[in-house]
């Protein structure tokens, strides 16, 4: 996504010669980014022109790097990396501050934190991996959109432009002091060396973590090494007949094209299938050499697609902060919108490029001081590293001020209410008391824990232990809690929504004599029904269960305790659009039965209400009118698994069910807060701290059924 470093009037790169084609090509990529985030839908596959960037910058960098090496037969290293600093750090240090700016006005202040830390974190081009793990995090899913998620790009090539000139200055080695002349011969087997291992693993990893895949440098390599190997075989293209070479241009041109018309995100990107738009902008450019205006070059080069490409880096740069700020501001934007969005960040994008970037990298003084050129590019990245420091040290204190004052009671404040002891398992409130945490109570709830900007955070130690399996393994974690010598074994299987309690059932356990044994896969039930990820057939889960099946069986716990919140399964596997609440009640009890006919007691632990919306959010919002953040209780229990799971229960008979709703919606309508304890974090989960709170109600009810069905 870069431009290249010449002096000419739209800033691209002299490869023997001016290439205006070259910058039509960043054109026709950017073009294909830009429409792609508008999010009109007749350009599915848009985001290859991330991949047409990749090829490009392969071959700017590696033909530079090769004319040096055949110029002097070194490479200078400083010289380099100083060229790059000032051409790319200014421009990029002042998208982030911008974009801290940005986040500030726009974003809820929930993910001030995280997006700060992702500003600090593209600031230093490292995003990429950052993305790349919150991608298969969990915990996660309630992140928005990073205003600096097209960093990630942006860090790969400049990991690549680490790497690259330093096997390349091996190679220069290599040549002086075996007396090779070859250059290029031996830059061809170098950059084998990188685009054979990185393609392969890029076709083994996208199919196995394709979310993970799409981020990291190692599959992306092979993309640009494509791009330096068209660099290092220029004197051969030059040999193409012209006419041969313009009929081979077009067609590369319509793979790129017809890529970013026919691809979607369901294609698992990159893999092989990369190959497209990626070998595509090989064939452009290699035809450019000699194809003249019969090839690709005729309409590549017209002026409106050359001026574009001369400012595609810094409309790179803006175009996506100013989406993800006027999303925040207008909610799904739609296509009009978002074309407008696309439109609007021409504006800024010309104006650093004219007057930040062109001053800068066409600056005499600056040109003649590698080290001046590093030191600039150095402080512009440090001022996005401070921009987003300061968003992280924005992030208020909310509703805790006053935390130390007197314990958070929780769900016992819902207990201190009821009249007599007769009440505690009904699951109305007492007529005529206000109980705290009711819309009659909110004024009582002055402080609260855990902080709302931090709730996502409050989660069980399960998750630090590596007890939740992610959702590319198949393989089930065994950990253990509760009493390691407990008489009676619980096995604890299911999502999340059973991985919520782990804290309370680990003080039940040490308290009663249960060893507890969690096993618990992210997103996935504990269901024969074949399950969906990310609108996709859910594998992983399916082969977990099975898996788990066999473990069970095979350790005989006393009970097996289940929860999830998945409510829909698929009634085809082949076709997505038939998950139905059916197909998993179905799932549900299958398993159920299976489980009861080997002699292993189900008891299930029901879901909670579902609030449908980010309560922590709200509640960092609204500090001080909590009742924005309520939610009908029964529209809640509507969308969340409960339904599902008493459908099931009601298929075995044998199947027990624990209900806890009364204990976390304890009126018609839900509150956020109950006891000076916020009651959910992450979509429909309650935090830790209101789990701990409800152990021993949990306890009350829980315990008969279990002591009862382990005999």
């Known amino acids: 996504m870069t431009s290249s470093d010449t002096k000419t009037p739209s800033g691209v790169s002299h490869i023997k010669g001016y290439r205006p084609d070259i910058e039509g090509l960043r054109a026709v990529a950017i073009g294909l980014v830009l429409v792609y985030h508008a999010g009109v839908n007749q ?21 530079l790097l090769v004319r040096e090496i055949e110029r002097s037969g070194r490479i200078s290293l400083t010289t380099f990396y100083a060229r790059r600093a000032k051409r790319l750090l200014p421009a990029a240090g002042l998208v982030l501050v911008v974009t801290s700016l940005l986040t500030w006005l726009t974003v809820p202040v929930t993910s001030w934190r995280t997006f700060g830390l992702d500003i600090v974190a593209a600031s230093t081009y490292v995003v990429n991996w950052v993305l790349a793990g919150r991608s298969v995090d969990y915990l996660a899913e309630d992140v928005d959109v990073s205003p600096v998620q097209h960093f990630w790009s942006l860090a790969v090539e400049e990991q690549f432009y680490i790497v690259w000139p330093l096997l390349l200055v091996l190679v220069g080695l290599y040549l002086r002091r075996t007396g090779n002349t070859h250059v290029r011969r031996v830059m061809t087997v170098a950059i084998s060396l990188v685009i054979v291992p990185s393609f392969v693993w890029s076709v083994i990893m996208t199919a196995s973590q394709p979310q993970q895949a799409f981020f990291v440098t190692t599959t992306r390599l092979w993309e640009l090494g494509i791009g330096a190997f068209v660099a290092i075989g220029a004197p051969l293209w030059m040999r193409i007949p012209g006419r041969i070479a313009a009929v081979i241009g077009w067609v590369g041109l ?17 893999g092989y299938a ?24 005729r309409i590549l080069s017209w002026r409106p697609a050359v001026w574009i490409g001369g400012i595609s880096y810094s409309l790179y740069l803006w175009h996506w902060p100013l989406w993800v700020a006027a999303t925040a501001y207008w909610g799904e934007l739609g296509a009009k919108r978002g074309v407008l969005v696309m439109l609007v960040s021409i504006i800024p994008a010309y104006l650093s490029l004219k007057l930040v970037e062109n001053p800068i990298r066409f600056s005499r003084s600056i040109a003649a001081s590698a080290s001046k050129a590093l030191s600039i590019g150095a402080n512009f990245s440090l001022l996005g590293v401070v921009a987003g420091l300061v968003l992280v040290l924005l992030v208020p204190a909310s509703g805790s001020s006053h935390a130390g004052a007197e314990p958070a009671g929780g769900a016992a404040a819902i207990a201190s209410s009821r009249p007599s002891p007769d009440a505690e398992a009904t699951s109305e409130p007492s007529p005529g008391l206000p109980l705290p945490g009711t819309l009659e109570g909110l004024a009582l709830e002055e402080w609260w824990v855990p902080e709302a900007v931090s709730a996502t955070e409050d989660v069980p130690e399960l998750y630090d232990m590596g007890c939740q399996v992610d959702q590319v393994s198949p393989e089930p974690v065994r950990c253990e809690f509760g009493d390691p010598e407990g008489a009676v074994t619980v096995a604890v299987a299911g999502d999340s929504k059973i991985a919520q309690w782990m804290s309370a059932l680990d003080e039940i356990g040490l308290e009663r004599g249960w060893r507890i044994v969690s096993y618990t896969k992210s997103a996935c039930a504990l269901s024969s029904g074949l399950q969906l990820n990310s609108g996709e057939p859910y594998e992983s889960c399916a082969e977990w269960n099975e898996r788990m099946r066999e473990v069970l069986v095979s350790e005989a716990p006393d009970v097996v305790l289940v929860s999830s919140r998945i409510d829909e399964a698929l009634e085809d596997p082949a076709d997505p659009g038939s998950a139905s609440q059916e197909a998993m ?12 006919e080997q002699g292993l007691p189900v008891v299930v632990l029901l879901d909670n209400p579902n609030p449908g919306f980010s309560v922590y959010e709200c509640v960092a919002e609204n500090p001080d009118k909590l009742e924005e953040c309520t939610f009908d209780r029964e529209k809640g229990i509507k969308e969340g698994g409960q339904r599902v799971q008493v459908e099931a229960a009601k298929l075995v008979p044998a199947v027990r069910t624990v209900d806890m709703t009364d204990l976390v919606c304890p009126a018609e309508t839900c509150v956020p807060v109950i006891g000076n304890v916020l009651v959910y974090r992450q979509t429909s989960h309650i935090t830790d701290t209101y789990a701990r709170t409800l152990a021993p109600f949990l306890a009350e009810r829980l315990a008969p059924v279990i002591e009862d069905s382990a005999g």
């Open 254 to 270: 319509a793979a790129v094209l017809a890529s970013g018309l026919f691809l979607s995100n369901a294609v698992p990107w990159p």
């Open 274 to 297: 990369a190959l497209a738009p990626t070998l595509g902008t090989a064939v452009v450019i290699v035809a450019g050499f000699t194809s003249g205006m019969a090839g690709p070059a």
């Open 43 to 63: 350009l599915p596959g848009g985001f290859v022109g991330v991949d047409v960037f990749f090829v490009i910058s392969g071959f700017l960098i590696t033909g």
């Open 585 to 596: 009640v179905e799932g549900l009890a299958e398993t159920w039965a299976f489980l009861e």
